[in-house]
């Protein structure tokens, strides 16, 4: 506790004093309440305003401290915080931030975090996925960091400028990253906010303010407590029993908002952990039962009351965490009831069911608890009614549960009832929440077992499923923060999907439910699709938004976690609001029950109105009605007289003229006036719109009317797509121009931008007018979710990056194991060479991306690194053709109507986005695979650029392993010592683990950050619902499509309009409709046409066979409820209107308008049916159709129709199936067909044009003709044409259909059908064409006829097109005739067309260039000094060739092949320029093959280079195909030593199968075995030799062709019958097939059959041969190995016995390696020398000799590669007594002969080791030799000794191999020379000099030598003290006051001292080290 805490318990009154303070007030003491809350003050402050704002700037204060102490160290701050731009933060919030601090570890991005650990391998040891990251501290840098934190420095000093652009900004600044932050500021501010800080005041919770909270609505007290910290304050003091009481009846009614469920939530969990909770409130109830007032016990059953239903509260939302507070609260509770009960004191029967009721969930609670179910508060608890969750719907889950995906279980259903009444109201319900329910649940049901069914099939990636897509591969990339919570973007194979054309596929679109699952659906993941993008998805990624349950799961998932991803057809988040609304609404609540649950016929005027009300017609009065001007007087007086109408009286209602109505349009007004429940039929033109907008305007014009209240209601108008709610809004437009708001999707009208929600909300006055508590409650959830964003986003960054390149390893060294750390470093041994200058990332070098993937990597196959990332390119063939007409794409349209305006993805900041991920990306990655622009070029070994495509192969290799999942496990890991050794594969399958733990630490950082971001979204969603519904309030009309109604459902509830006017209302599925009414609802109008298109509903069989495609409009008509249907149809000429009527329509008048349409221009008829029998064909992705003849003919028409001068704009092409659609886009290019509208039927409802061309699509032998026998459709493809409809279909497969039957007879009745339609010129109108297919209009190319045009042009010459009806004055004709025009004073004519422009003579001239003299082909305008010559170059280059550029350019370099000689002697072609950069430069690799023969007799696979010149040969990599034990053919490449079989085990017995490696040892089976037969039975074990004999009785059983088996018996039955297959089994093989009683047996494992006799000879034969090699049986026939045979089974088992045996051997015995392995250990620390001179080497060997245990082969390698780096360690070690020079040389040679030892490999071929010992020979003498020169590098040679030397130094320099010739030769020559050349260089054997040093007896540092290297010494001190002359060449030896000579040195070689006796290092110690 506090200091204030504890002021608060000395003085419970401190509260009110506190408060008073804070309001600056004088307390009312009169107020029995607040008497009771606080005791009178003595005195008042005078100041008391002034300490509170005093106050208030120390908190100020010191939040700015704690902000600098959160921030971190100052050099890690980067700019100072500025303040806080909220309510000034609180003591207690500062305690729970650095609480959270603690425990959640807060993660500062580090990008190198052991820079502050140092190098220490013990640390970096312990890779404890859960410590924390350290941050660095400063510059400081452990000594052995080097170079690479240097490196590290640099890299980092961006990254601290990120953090301090991101982090350092403080809250003034908008965020960035999330653009639904950004225009929420504060405009103004008012009284009641800082004038300085632009802050909501925040005001301190007291009893007056509590009680002020009373009287307020539940949403505005539970915004005002939730947000901020005064209720938690106030819950941490001291009450008294007054405010107590006061609390829990205000928490109490804010908990009965039903808008603000996450704000709720989060009150309590304020409550929930409350010192009011856990002790104020006990303790109150305590004292009740002591209370010895009468008057007050009286009252405590109200408080109990409130108090009960608060426990409920809190029990029902936090069922884990709050059940022990709540057992408490019921421990003190009980008996307080009891003692008032006996007091006297009346407690309701309802306070004790409460009780009740509470202590049965608190006790259900804790069994759950007991039994470990109950562990967090990840679901909510739901109050369990009498009926179980099946039984009842309002407890059922919305999303599928597992039984209900796995078991093939149908679910209770009803049908919708639509001939009668329902029930009652809760089966009404019921059934459209199951029926609705199961339409999106069925699909996802049925195929996720189907597609377990399949899971094992092999084509299980082709194959498709009716109900779902699947997506394999799905991986979780990063999270993403949006407006709604935190989203995550997922990416899967598409490799599957490359078929699919994304931008209109109907996949993943938006609000669309996917399931995810990693363990074949036995965990389900839900989520909905976010966000989609054509473009992402062709890279396969996708943004989902999953669900409460499955974001709970997600923090247990692995990054590097595979999943399977289905998703379902249904737009689920409409069915989410919806049924989420039906479980919700009470039976009671349901409006208009008796005509919709009842279907009661007698419809009732609205409440609202009454006989008295009069009703304002004037608005719809036609006052154009009169002719004459005269009449004018009349016509005004008679409006007024008949404006006011009595709108329930008929008599008084004006002539359906004056309305400008027509009948049934004035029927239709009257109804929907005076009726509460109105149903308006209007088929198609008939003005549906027209007459609903005069509703609109009439009641809008009498609102007073309607609206009686001081609360105003809007109008509600729905309607089914966001392009028909334009038209009605932009209609109401027309006479309301202020009230309107406009909800739902995308709205394409300009008109209505302003009106719409997201507009308004964000207006410049809009966040000023809102009330203060929504004002306060948004900047604290937006600054909460601003804080959590910043850490979200810069994780999810570094997670992106991870999938965009290959990490560098700096940043993964925490995750690396000491020992791997190491290796990796030192894999490379170039440092001493610096070849490698730059920054060099080891982990691209080592995953073969880098310097010497073109190369040679250390450690790894040259071979295998070329081919291991070769892949197949794949060319992306881009259409040539011409760009096509743009259609609105049919996954765009439904997108369209799904996504509100909050849904869109806000992309502002894309662009910023990209720029920080790149930058970061650029920081982290060693190879950014995504990286634009000019990079780098990488150098291959010669110094040449690496070529285009060689990267583009890196690249692309990096992408297919980033992609994989696979990776190494950590006990593989483990067993690694080497990873230099390791193949490709393996690297990528490590590289991999690495990147996984840093995945995993990074997501495991942010955990809380995202579940806390969450939490604040849901709050922020809730809070913008509040501010809605604010707006809407103030409305008079309110427009949503059904989308946005169902997902405003709880807005409209709190909205409650009266009336509600649904257009398009036939369209809308029942439940919907329910959804969107409220109990306040008094009238609605429902206006549609339910014999044009119906609901569209999932499963087909629930839209049929349970009536849930009909809609609430149709039902109603169907039971009989009265409605008005319009008659006068105002749009289609009589012809087309004659096909609806009455075919489909009684009666259908046409209005008079419609009869004077002129005629289509160019066709002999208005109305034609183009009949043919061409087939249909199928489209691969979906179940669509497409007919090529009838798009082609249709567009031909539509080009034609063009041609007759019509505008594009009035033509519209009409299909009936989406593939037909994209068939017609393919054939519209935009220049021919540019504003024609192509649409498919479903998706033009609503829609009209003056002509339509119909292409019906289906044709085929079956007669199918799919939904083109539902009438709706055919309703609204045939009713969209004005003037012309043209259409095209196979009407011998339609006419089978009654209704087009009927319409067939029609169209013959007035010839409007047939095979070919009659074309008609305009300028000819006697010449007819008929056409019947695309190809016939060629006749008519110009859209006239076939005659000539024969018009004048201007120029004078005649037109040459055919005729044609457009363009008369041939304006726009270009004539194509050549231009007889001259161009210059050549008399050069113009050689283009007539109509082109003539420009300059192009024609080609002789001119002499200047420049060179050369006579050149000129274009005649052309300067000869601009003109650039063609003529071969003349120059000769450097080189001394030609220049093969021409004259008038620049020379190139030289490419023409030569022959070059490298220093191997081959001759090799190559590239002029080549040779020449190699004289300056290293060598040419050469490519010449290797002929050497190695020992195994093979030719050597490798090459001149990559042999090193024959010195290291490569590999035998012949195949050794020797025939192993276990039968199978050794794989290996050629070898002395077969090692063990890496194949799969084939042994296997009846009851299992060995499934180890081949050479492995076999586990016996230690089942019975069953060799059982009526004679004999087996009792041994499976594995041991059988002690029965075969049976040799005949089998009894028969075959199925019924004839009786030729086997014997207990064996199993051959497949031949002796009389079916007489042939094939007597075929003679050993002799006895044919005999008549013969028997057979037939072997298991190839099927052959043998003669039992004499294959039990061959068996046992070979059996008793005591030569025979140890193998398994094998068949005489096909010789595969006899592994299964009960008869035969002693046989086999011994043999595999004996086949163990050996296995044992080649394996070793484990005792015995395990006795080679301690002595291969001792024997490398005998060999300390390895340790001291290659330590990494050293490692690994240590390392590998510690792991898994290893073979007998894996011990040999180890120990051969002791021996040979110990003598190489030897022979570096000599490297210290030779000069720079001799050292460069000799550690060159070392390092070959290292890369080669180190190289992986299983075993040392003989030719590896015979290679090695003739090299390390080779260095052996080198290094002798080297040593002896430097020591005689001062002396005089005499020439015979000089010669001998350069002979041998250059054999042993030779890059040729080291023969035995060489090697005698060198011997010969090194024993001569080691007499003339000692070691010590003194001419004296080592022993004298041994001797000598020790008979002078003077420690180290007195030998000298002169210039000349003659050697003296100087005693007593060492130092010289006189100059002398050597005695043996008189140069100056000594010197002067201790100081040597200048050209004098230590003589090393005496004694080994490094410095002389007398000096500084010698005395300071340093000198005697080695002693």
Same mark, same amino acid.
């Given at each position: ?36 809350? &606080? ?57 729970? &931030? ?279 508060? &990840?679901?909510?608890?739901?109050? $369990? ?43 009404? !319900? ?106 992402? !998805? ?223 909300? $964000? ?158 990306? $650029? ?59 390791? #193949? ?11 990147? #996984? ?80 009414? #409220? ?61 609806? #009527? ?622 040979? !780096? ?58 002798? !030799? ?146």
């Amino acid at each position: 506790m506090s200091s204030q805490s504890k002021m608060f318990q000395m003085d419970p009154d401190y509260w009110q004093r506190d408060h008073d303070r804070w309001r600056g007030r004088e307390t009312e003491l009169d107020n029995p309440n607040r008497r009771a809350a &606080t005791a009178e003050r003595s005195g008042q402050n005078p100041r008391r305003g002034d300490a509170s704002l005093e106050r208030l700037e120390l908190r100020g204060r010191r939040h700015t401290a704690n902000q600098r102490d959160a921030a971190g160290p100052a050099d890690q701050r980067g700019a100072p915080q500025p303040r806080r731009a909220l309510s000034t933060p609180r003591q207690a919030e500062l305690l729970a &931030t650095r609480e959270v601090e603690g425990r959640n570890q807060e993660w500062n991005f580090n990008l190198n975090p052991r820079h502050a650990e140092g190098r220490q391998n013990a640390a970096r040891a312990n890779r404890n996925p859960a410590g924390r990251v350290p941050v660095v501290q400063g510059n400081r840098q452990a000594p052995q960091q080097g170079r690479r934190d240097q490196h590290n420095e640099r890299r980092n000093e961006p990254w601290r400028r990120n953090d301090f652009r991101e982090g350092g900004r403080g809250r003034h600044v908008e965020m960035q990253g999330n653009p639904h932050f950004q225009r929420r500021r504060p405009q103004e501010v008012t009284k009641e906010e800082h004038a300085k800080d632009k802050e909501p005041f925040v005001r301190k919770l007291g009893y007056k303010t509590m009680e002020g909270l009373l009287d307020k609505e539940p949403s505005e007290i539970v915004i005002t407590l939730a947000y901020g910290s005064s209720l938690k304050d106030l819950l941490s003091q001291q009450l008294n029993s007054s405010f107590i009481q006061l609390i829990c009846k205000v928490l109490c009614k804010a908990c009965r908002s039903k808008t603000d469920r996450q704000s709720i939530q989060h009150l309590l969990g304020i409550v929930k952990d409350s010192v009011f909770l856990k002790v104020l409130l006990p303790r109150y109830v305590v004292q009740m039962s002591t209370d010895p007032v009468p008057l007050r016990r009286q009252q405590y059953p109200e408080y109990i009351e409130s108090i009960l239903f608060l426990l409920q509260e809190l029990v029902s939302i936090f069922p884990a965490s709050s059940v022990q507070e709540m057992s408490m609260m019921i421990l003190v509770l009980d008996p307080t009831m009891n003692t008032l009960r006996a007091a006297g004191v009346s407690i309701g029967e309802h306070i004790e069911n409460s009780l009740e009721k509470v202590k049965n969930i608190i006790h259900h609670l804790q069994e759950r608890k007991r039994d470990g179910t109950l562990r967090t508060d &990840t679901h909510m608890l739901i109050d $369990n009614q009498e009926s179980g969750p099946e039984d009842n719907y309002r407890t059922m889950t919305i999303y599928p549960t597992y039984n209900e995906v796995h078991l093939e279980e149908r679910p209770f259903l009803r049908p919708n009832i639509i001939t009668e009444k329902y029930a009652n109201t809760e089966v009404y !319900l019921d059934t459209h929440f199951r029926l609705l329910r199961e339409d999106f649940v069925r699909p996802l049901r049925e195929g996720i077992l189907e597609l377990l069914r399949n899971y094992d099939d092999k084509g299980l990636r082709r194959k498709k499923f009716d109900d779902i897509r699947v997506y394999f591969n799905t991986r979780i990339l990063v999270p993403l923060c949006t407006s709604t919570g935190v989203g995550y973007k997922v990416q899967f194979d598409t490799r599957p999907l490359k078929f699919v054309r994304w931008q209109n596929s109907k996949r993943l679109l938006y609000g669309s439910l996917v399931c995810i699952s990693k363990d074949n659906f036995e965990t389900l993941l839900f989520a909905t699709v976010s966000n989609r993008d054509p473009v992402e !998805l062709k890279e396969g990624i996708v943004h989902l938004s999953f669900n409460v349950r499955s974001r709970h799961l997600l923090a247990e998932l692995e990054p590097s976690d595979c999943f399977l991803m289905v998703e379902t057809t249904a737009y689920f988040e409409a069915y989410r609001h919806v049924l989420e609304g039906l479980q919700e609404i009470q039976g009671e609540d349901v409006p208009f029950q008796k005509y919709i649950v009842d279907c009661n016929t007698e419809i009732q005027i609205p409440r609202y109105l009454t006989f008295n009300d009069s009703y304002d017609l004037e608005a719809l009065m036609n006052r154009k009605s009169q002719d004459s001007e005269e009449d004018t007087g009349q016509t005004v007086e008679s409006l007024q007289r008949n404006s006011k109408v009595n709108v329930l009286d008929p008599a008084s209602w004006p002539s359906k003229e004056e309305l400008n109505l027509d009948e049934s349009q004035m029927q239709a007004l009257q109804m929907a006036l005076t009726k509460e429940l109105a149903i308006i039929q209007g088929p198609p033109g008939t003005g549906k719109t027209y007459v609903g907008l005069k509703i609109v305007q009439t009641l809008l014009k009498n609102e007073s009317v309607w609206q009686r209240r001081l609360r105003k209601f809007p109008i509600l108008v729905v309607c089914y797509t966001n392009h028909a709610l334009d038209q009605f809004l932009e209609g109401i437009y027309g006479f309301l121009h202020t009230g309107l708001v406009r909800v739902g999707g995308r709205s394409n009208s300009e008109l209505l931008k302003r009106f719409t929600l997201k507009e308004l909300r $964000n207006s410049r006055d809009f966040r000023r007018k809102l009330p203060q508590h929504l004002r306060g409650a948004y900047f604290e959830v937006t600054n909460q979710m601003r804080e959590s964003e910043q850490k979200i986003r810069t994780a999810a960054q570094h997670l992106e990056c991870t999938t965009q390149g290959v990490l560098h390893e700096q940043y993964l060294e925490k995750y690396i194991s000491a020992m791997h750390w190491n290796s990796l470093q030192n894999g490379l041994m170039f440092n001493d060479l610096g070849l490698l200058g730059g920054r060099l990332s080891l982990i691209l070098e080592w995953l073969g991306l880098g310097f010497m993937s073109v190369t040679i990597i250390p450690g790894a196959d040259p071979q295998n690194m070329e081919n291991a990332g070769e892949m197949q390119e794949e060319v992306e063939y881009e259409d040539v053709e011409d760009e096509l007409i743009q259609i609105s794409e049919e996954a765009e349209l439904i997108q369209r109507e799904r996504m509100i305006d909050d849904d869109e993805p806000k992309m502002r900041t894309k662009k910023k986005q990209d720029a920080d991920l790149n930058e970061l990306a $650029n920081t982290l990655l060693a190879m950014n695979l995504n990286k634009q622009g000019p990079q780098r070029a990488q150098q291959d070994e010669g110094g040449w650029q690496v070529q285009r495509n060689e990267k583009r192969k890196m690249k692309q290799k990096a992408q297919a392993e980033l992609r994989k999942s696979g990776s190494m496990t950590a006990a593989e890991e483990r067993g690694i010592f080497n990873i230099w050794m390791l #193949s490709l594969k393996d690297r990528w399958r490590l590289y991999r683990l690495w990147l #996984s733990m840093y995945q995993t630490d990074v997501r495991r950082r942010i955990i809380q950050h995202e579940q806390l971001y969450q939490a604040a979204a849901d709050r922020l969603a809730e809070l913008r619902l509040q501010e809605d519904l604010w707006v809407l309030k103030e409305a008079k009309v309110v427009g949503m499509t059904t989308t946005g109604a169902a997902k405003y459902r709880k807005v409209l509830q709190e909205l409650q309009p009266r009336i509600v006017v649904v257009e398009e209302a036939a369209e809308v599925l029942e439940a919907h409709l329910i959804t969107t009414l #409220s109990s306040a609802c008094q009238h609605l109008i429902l206006i549609g046409d339910h014999q044009q298109l119906r609901p569209s509903a999932t499963v087909y069989d629930l839209a049929r066979n349970f009536y849930l495609e009909v809609s609430l409009f149709e039902r109603l008509v169907k039971v009989n409820v009265p409605y008005v249907r319009l008659d006068y149809q105002h749009r289609m000429r009589p012809e087309i209107a004659a096909l609806l #009527s009455p075919h489909i329509y009684e009666q259908l008048e046409n209005h008079p308008s419609v009869l004077n349409y002129e005629n289509i221009k160019g066709i002999s008829s208005n109305l034609f049916f183009i009949e043919h029998d061409y087939p249909e064909e199928e489209i691969q992705d979906g179940k669509s159709h497409q007919n090529l003849h009838e798009a082609a003919f249709v567009v031909a028409l539509c080009y034609y129709l063009i041609c007759q001068d019509y505008l594009p704009s009035q033509i519209t092409i009409l299909t009936t199936y989406t593939g037909q659609l994209f068939t017609l886009h393919k054939m519209m290019p935009s220049k021919k067909f540019a504003g024609v509208k192509v649409h498919v039927v479903d998706k033009y409802q609503g829609e009209e044009n003056d002509i339509i061309l119909l292409s019906l699509v289906r044709s085929n032998k079956k007669g199918n003709v799919g939904f083109l026998q539902i009438a709706n459709r055919v309703c609204v493809a045939l009713s969209r044409a004005k003037k012309g409809l043209y259409c095209i279909g196979n009407m011998s497969i339609l006419a089978n259909v009654p209704l087009w039957s009927k319409i067939m007879h029609t169209l013959r009745e007035k010839a409007n059908i047939g095979h070919s339609l009659l074309l008609t010129c305009q300028n000819h109108p006697k010449t007819m064409t008929l056409v019947s297919k695309a190809e016939d209009f060629s006749k008519v190319p110009e859209g006239g006829c076939s005659l000539p045009c024969e018009y004048r042009l201007d120029c004078g010459h005649v037109c040459t097109r055919a005729c044609h009806p457009y363009d008369m004055e041939h304006k726009k004709f270009n004539c194509l005739k050549p231009c007889q025009k001259v161009l210059c004073n050549d008399g050069h004519g113009c050689a283009k067309s007539c109509f082109e422009r003539c420009g300059k003579c192009q024609v080609k001239v002789d001119k002499v260039i200047p420049q060179c003299g050369h006579l050149q082909k000129v274009p005649c305008f052309k300067n000869p000094e601009d003109f650039v010559c063609k003529e071969p170059c003349s120059k000769i280059l450097h080189c001394g060739h030609k220049c093969a550029a021409a004259c008038g350019e620049e020379c190139a370099t030289c490419a023409i092949k030569v022959s070059i000689t490298l220093k191997c002697d081959h001759v090799q072609e190559v590239e002029c320029y080549i040779k020449e950069a190699a004289k300056i430069s290293q060598c040419v690799p050469c490519k010449e093959k290797c002929t050497m023969h190695l020992e195994c007799g093979h030719s050597c696979p490798g090459s001149c280079h990559r042999c090193y010149e024959g010195r290291f040969h490569e590999s035998c990599k012949q195949p050794c195909r020797r025939l192993l034990i276990c039968s199978h053919e050794c794989l290996e490449p050629c070898t002395n030593q077969c090692p063990p079989c890496q194949r799969r085990c084939e042994n296997l017995c009846k009851h299992s199968k060995c499934g180890r490696k081949c050479g492995e040892l076999c586990t016996p089976c230690v089942e019975p075995c069953e060799w059982i037969c009526r004679h004999y039975r087996c009792n041994k074990l499976c594995s041991e030799p059988c002690d029965r004999p075969p049976c040799n009785e005949p089998c009894r059983k028969l075959l199925k062709c019924q004839h009786p088996c030729v086997g014997l018996c207990g064996e199993p039955c051959p497949k031949l019958c002796r009389v079916c297959h007489t042939a094939e089994l007597t075929e003679i093989f050993f002799g006895n097939e044919d005999e008549p009683d013969a028997r057979f047996v037939q072997l298991e494992d190839c099927c052959h059959i043998f003669e039992v006799t004499s294959f039990d000879q061959y068996m046992n034969q070979e059996a008793e041969d005591n030569n025979t090699v140890i193998k398994l049986k094998d068949c005489p026939k096909c010789r595969m190995p006899i592994r299964k045979n009960l008869r035969y089974g002693t046989i086999i088992k011994n043999s595999l016995c004996e086949i163990e045996k050996v296995k044992k051997i080649v394996q070793g015995d484990a005792e015995k390696n395990n006795q080679l392995r301690k002595q291969l250990e001792s024997e490398l620390k005998k060999h300390s020398i390895i340790a001291e001179q290659f330590p990494v080497q050293d490692k690994n060997l240590s390392s590998a000799l510690q792991s898994c245990p290893l073979s007998l082969q894996g011990l040999t390698v180890i120990e051969n590669k002791i021996a040979f !780096l110990s003598r190489l360690a030897e022979l570096k070690r000599q490297k210290m007594r030779l000069n720079i020079l001799l050292k460069a040389k000799l550690n060159i040679k070392l390092l070959e002969c290292l890369i080669w030892i180190d190289k992986p490999r299983g075993r040392f071929t003989g030719q590896e080791l015979i290679d090695l010992q003739s090299e390390i020979q080779r260095l052996t003498f080198l290094s002798d !030799l080297y040593v002896r020169c430097n020591m005689a590098s001062g002396r005089k040679l005499d020439s015979s000794t000089e010669h001998d030397i350069a002979c041998v130094q250059g054999i042993l320099e030779c890059t040729k191999k080291f023969t035995e010739d060489n090697e005698r030769f060198v011997k010969e020559k090194m024993k001569t020379l080691k007499l003339a050349l000692p070691e010590t260089g003194l001419a004296i054997s080592e022993a004298e000099k041994v001797l000598i040093v020790k008979a002078m007896g003077l420690r180290q540092g007195h030998w000298f030598k002169c210039p000349n290297g003659h050697v003296y010494v100087i005693t007593e001190c060492g130092g010289a003290m006189q100059r002398a002359k050597c005695p043996d060449c008189n140069a100056a030896i000594g010197g002067m006051n201790h100081a040597l000579e200048n050209s004098n040195q230590v003589a090393s070689e005496m004694d080994g001292a490094q410095y002389s006796a007398w000096s500084d290092v010698a005395n300071n110690m340093l000198n005697f080290e080695e002693l």
